[in-house]
Each structure stands twice: as C-alpha cells, then as structure tokens.
C-alpha cells in the first residue's frame, strides 16, 4: 500500500491506480482491498477526471466493508452520492475517545493559574 500511496502523492495517479487494482484482485475481502479502494476513492481529489474509479470504489467499499467503514471517511471522499445506509452508519462507539473529551472539557473549565489576573 505505501508504494500505491507514494504514487498518488507523487501525482503518478494511473501507476498508483494500478497498483491498488493490482492489490485489490490479489487481496479480496482483505484490509488490504479495504485501503486499496479507500486510495481509490480519493484519486478524484487529485483529479476529477478519476471521478467514475472513485465512485466504483465507493461502490465498493459500501457493498464488500460497509460495516467496517467509518461515514465521515466516505463522505470526505466525496461519498454523497452513497445509498443512505452507508452514510447514516456511525463509526464504532469508542469510549477512551469520550473520556478523554469529557477530561478535556473539566480541564478546559478549571481556572488557569498562569493567567495574569490579580
């Protein structure tokens, strides 16, 4: 996968399309398809003339990893045009993530003792 992203950053877009083509056939139901086609789907973002292998790949990570995806993923990858159910599915609840947010949140409401009042 680095070597398909390296191309994407790079600009080489079909070499770095090829390449995760050649992962997804080589690695079918795998996390390495995942992210293959997650490559896929952001190739649009370099160039819109990738939009109809951005939106197969969409497709696909909504029909094969739908319940693994994280919705906020897809739709920052342009997936708008996504069936409903994949977009209204929320990312696995993860409770370090809500405390560490509920101690940022006393944190932020104690009073500063380096604050030039007084």
């Known amino acids: 996968m680095p070597l398909a992203n390296i191309y ?3 600009g080489q877009l079909n070499e770095a399309q090829h390449t995760a083509d050649d992962l997804i ?3 079918p139901g795998s996390e390495i398809e995942k ?6 789907a952001s ?3 370099y160039d819109q003339k990738l939009s109809d292998i ?3 790949a969409l497709g696909t990570l909504e029909t094969e990893f739908s319940s693994s995806i994280d919705s ?3 739709v920052a990858l ?3 045009n996504i069936s409903p159910g994949l977009l209204n599915k929320s990312a696995k609840h993860d409770s370090s993530a809500t405390e560490k947010n509920n101690l940022s949140f006393q944190l932020e409401n104690y009073p500063n003792p380096f604050s030039a009042k007084g």
């Open 54 to 56: 951005s939106l197969q």
């Open 25 to 27: 056939k080589k690695y």
């Open 72 to 74: 906020g993923l897809v």
């Open 78 to 80: 342009g997936g708008f």
């Open 43 to 45: 190739l649009s973002g």
């Open 35 to 40: 992210q293959a086609l997650i490559l896929e």
């Open 8 to 10: 994407a950053s790079t």
